[in-house]
Nanobody
Framework: QVQLVESGGELVQPGGSLRLSCTAS????????MDWYRQAPGKQRDLVAR???????NYLDSVKGRFTISRDNAKNTVYLQMIDLKPEDTAVYLC???WGVGAYRRDYWGQGTQVTVSS
């Protein structure tokens, strides 16, 4: 059974940094499009960062220059490095992976990790 397991979320002060990790089991991330989403209470789920299998990346405008998505295929893990964190970054951060296209596409989600930015 494919699983995505996130870790690294915690309480951090404004201006602080965190690195989130998402490790996949059973399936290799090397061919996947890997994403980080976030969802705050009462708000929609937003795509924060995306990395395609070729290494191309996209970011939510509000995190550009502060967040960096990366992957280590050998460790089957995708990361989200976050710096200069702001209270508005507080949310549950979820890892998502998409494999294949069309009728062969498969999507998997992690359970989420809580990031709280507060003094």
């Amino acid at each position: 059974q494919v699983q995505l397991v996130e870790s690294g979320g915690e309480l951090v002060q404004p201006g602080g940094s965190l690195r989130l990790s998402c490790t996949a089991s059973v399936i290799s991330i090397s061919t996947a499009t890997m994403d980080w989403y976030r969802q705050a209470p009462g708000k929609q789920r937003d795509l924060v960062a995306r990395m395609f299998s070729d290494g191309t990346t996209n970011y939510l405008d509000s995190v550009k220059g502060r967040f960096t998505i990366s992957r280590d295929n050998a460790k089957n893990t995708v990361y989200l490095q976050m710096i200069d964190l702001k209270p508005e970054d507080t949310a549950v951060y979820l890892c998502h992976g998409a494999w294949g296209v069309g009728a062969y596409r498969r999507d998997y989600w992690g359970q989420g990790t809580q990031v709280t930015v507060s003094s």
